[in-house]
């Protein structure tokens, strides 16, 4: 059973963001746990275009733009290299569509896992060069670290820019770089932007350059045009939904949901969603956004950015089904890898981190590795062979650095890089065993000096009520936190001394169900998922863990309550 922790929330800010904002208290209290500021408060409810910051702002942005403009207008050959997961294939299609509407063709790219490994490699770049021969070559999701490939690519005579967010692991490419990890303040709203984001920002900043020289194209076309693909990078890549994503979140659900891109329609449609359907970022974590990254995984991730591009609804639809088709594969193939991973941790007890090797499709490890992780709440690594060499993802957990505890591990690795919660690694795999033992005592340093580790499988209660307080307003209130997502989780509510006056029903596999009467003859629904293996006593007071939703069904919306845990009241 998982344990329930309560931090104590200021309850005087609480009720005055209540009382300045017109929500419920309940809702309060979540926001009280993210900001101090009303005016912030008031922006994280009702996210507004307008306040996203200047794309001039960001470093070298205004200066990558200007490149651009200049490549279109004198008709230079352009070649987009961009990663094959969702953020890369969504920040390619974007910037591909932006400059055919201007009027270039650009080549594009994306590295075949397998033949050329990930991102912005010696293997990737030859192919670029042999087939487009550019002018002008941009890397978007990728580069930051690929310092060889980019002197190479500048003793050719080739312009290199490069629109990433990736750490940079020593010095950074010297060359036009967008990535605020490199170039901008730790507190900069665009800090935490993703490819996508950071790619939506310079198509503001080329219309913006264009505007400024009084060239029509400027007017014509809309930024809000992608905000679509923006958000499908943004959430797929579980970077923080607060100030700039959230924005792009928000308001890029809607644009998804509209679907007036022919391929984002027929992707929509393979994933089993209701045409017209107000999406959210569980549709773009588990329906789409798989969608896209299992092409990527085990077959070319040319063709979902090919479906995002195509305006022919029937070659569209065919390319949706293949990539639906192939998703299964990937299930399939995840499903037996995640038990042999997991048996293998199981066998090696309790760790402070995990590494994990074995023949296994390097395609999927990534997932597999997010799975282990969020099972056994500690920072995992799982690697896939490929002849020689180990290759793989790790996952982590709130309060550990994978780069740090791998930056320590350097020498053994071939390549690596990624996010403080996400990395790719490449190395000997005679190094592996040696890789395991430093990277668990690196894990034990960084809690040593103070890293924060919440079990991954507790339940944090955001505020506490009572059965009577669940109403229709609070519902619609909650609906103003969403989308929810990394720090934007969606909240959950412990409920007092609730009281079962007849046994639940059971049904499916394991799960129950009950219902109770409200005032003005309301009725209110529970749910909840197997937990029929653990029933509480009829007429024992319990105390609820619980989430708060609407049950939308045949255009209907019906309140309730999904039951997460319950112990006896004390």
């Known amino acids: ?15 005055r963001l209540a009382a300045s904002l017109g929500i419920s208290e309940p809702v309060a209290h979540v926001l009280s746990r993210l900001y101090e500021d009303e005016t912030l408060a008031d922006r994280h409810l009702r996210p507004q275009l307008a306040h996203v910051s200047d794309p001039f702002a960001v470093g070298n942005l205004r200066a990558v733009a200007e490149r651009l403009v200049a490549a279109v207008n004198h008709r230079e050959r352009i070649a987009i290299l961009g990663d094959y997961d969702v953020d890369g294939v969504s920040s390619t299609a974007m910037l591909v569509d932006l400059l055919r509407r201007l009027g270039a063709e650009p080549a594009y790219f994306v590295p075949r896992r397998l033949e050329e490994g990930y991102g912005l490699s010696m293997a990737a770049l030859n192919r670029v060069l042999n087939e487009a021969k550019p002018q002008l070559f941009v890397a978007l999701d990728c580069g930051t670290n690929s310092i060889a490939e980019v002197e190479r690519l500048k003793a050719e005579g080739v312009d290199v820019i490069i629109v990433d967010h990736h750490v940079a692991k020593a010095e ?8 605020p990890r490199v170039n901008d303040a730790p507190d900069a709203p665009w800090q935490s932007l993703c490819t996508a984001g950071l790619v939506f920002k310079l198509i503001h900043g080329v219309l913006k350059v264009l505007r400024l020289a009084g060239d029509a194209r400027g007017t014509s076309i809309q ?13 797929a890549d579980l970077v923080p939904l607060l100030n700039e994503n959230r924005i792009l979140a928000a308001h890029g659900l809607r644009a998804l949901g509209e679907a007036r891109r022919p391929g984002v329609r027929a992707l929509v449609s393979v994933s089993g969603i209701e045409p017209g359907a107000v999406l959210s970022s569980v549709d773009v974590s588990y329906r789409l956004g798989p969608r896209i990254n299992a092409s990527g995984r085990l077959a070319d991730a040319s063709l979902p950015l090919q479906l995002l591009l195509s305006q022919s609804e029937s070659d569209c639809q065919r390319d949706a089904e293949l990539l639906d088709q192939i998703n299964r594969e990937r299930q399939e193939i995840d499903k037996r890898v995640t038990e042999e991973a997991t048996a293998q941790a199981q066998a090696m007890g309790d760790l402070a981190g995990y590494v994990l090797h074995g023949d296994w499709h390097p395609g999927v490890v990534g997932i597999a590795a997010g799975k282990i992780c969020r099972a056994l709440d500690r920072p995992v690594i799982v690697l896939g062979k490929e002849g020689e060499v180990a290759k793989g993802s790790g996952r982590s957990v709130p309060g550990i650095n994978l780069v740090e505890a791998l930056t320590v591990c350097a020498d053994l690795l071939t390549t690596f890089g990624g996010h403080p919660m996400a990395v790719g690694i490449s190395l000997n795999a005679t190094e592996v065993e040696i890789l395991r033992e430093r990277f668990a005592t690196a894990v034990l340093e960084q809690k040593a000096k103070g890293g924060l580790v919440s079990d991954g499988r507790d339940l944090d209660i955001i505020h506490w009520i009572k059965a009577q307080e669940i109403s229709e307003r609070l519902l619609d209130d909650l609906e103003l936190l969403q989308p929810y997502g990394e720090s934007n989780p969606e909240p959950i509510f412990g409920v007092r001394g609730f009281v079962f006056d007849k046994a639940p029903t059971v049904f499916g596999d394991g799960n129950f169900r009950h219902q109770i009467a409200m005032s003005a003859g309301r009725r209110l629904n529970f749910i909840a998922w197997r937990l029929a293996s653990r029933m509480p006593e009829i007429g024992r007071a319990v105390d609820l863990a619980v989430r708060l939703q609407w049950n939308r069904w045949q255009g209907r919306k019906i309140p309730q309550v999904e039951i997460l845990d319950w ?3 004390s």
């Open 1 to 15: 059973m998982a344990a329930w922790l309560h931090r104590a929330a200021n309850a005087e800010l609480a009720q």
């Open 172 to 179: 950074a490419v010297s060359c036009l770089l967008v990535n």
């Open 223 to 235: 930024v809000k045009d992608y905000l679509d693909l923006a958000a499908l990078g943004t959430i």
């Open 567 to 569: 112990r006896y009241g």
